[in-house]
């Protein structure tokens, strides 16, 4: 009786798992978003790149409810691209890739995903947005960004933080 019940429950588990994914994908294909990876990322004409590190680390500080003092375990998950026209930064995969979790926009995007609150992640599979052009501020170990806050997809957002190592070295444009 007991071991029953206990392949009845591993076997609902695994019913739940494949209903999530089967969910998941079925949501992907409805509003064809993707997966994008910094290593396979389609440059526009044009653009280069301008700074690279590829053992960043990512925060993004949020406006209310932040804790006092934060500074994140230096995972070197984070891949960060710098190009003339965006920033890139992608999340380490299992596999290894590094795939596309935040493009931001200097000034003002080509697109209007920045205007969702979700900042498009629901539909091209990344999170689009604007930060301030001239309010990025240096630090010895992290590089500060500047959301604009009158874009939806950054209502809560204070700052966007790069943990690096060669925070000196970075440059917007």
């Given amino acids: 009786m007991v071991q029953t019940a206990a392949v009845t429950a591993i076997l609902i588990f695994v019913g739940v798992l494949a209903a999530i994914v089967l969910g998941g994908w079925t949501i992907s294909k409805i509003t064809r978003s993707r997966a994008w990876f910094i290593e396979t990322w389609p440059y526009d004409e044009g653009e280069t790149i301008l700074w690279r590190d590829d053992r960043a680390d990512v925060v993004l500080v949020p406006r209310l409810g932040q804790a006092v003092s934060m500074r994140p375990i230096r995972a070197h998950r984070w891949s960060v691209v710098v190009t003339n026209r965006r920033v890139l930064i992608g999340n380490k995969t299992f596999s290894g890739k590094q795939m596309v979790k935040y493009v931001l926009w200097p000034g003002r995007a080509p697109d209007a995903h920045s205007k969702r609150s979700d900042g498009g992640l629901f539909t091209v599979g990344y ?5 301030e052009p001239g309010a990025v501020t240096i630090h010895d170990a992290y590089v500060a960004l500047t959301p ?12 966007i933080r790069i943990y690096t190592d060669v925070a000196p070295s970075f440059r917007l444009s």
């Fill in 127 to 131: 999170t689009s947005i604007l930060i």
């Fill in 148 to 159: 604009v806050s009158a874009e939806p997809s950054s209502v809560n957002l204070s700052e």
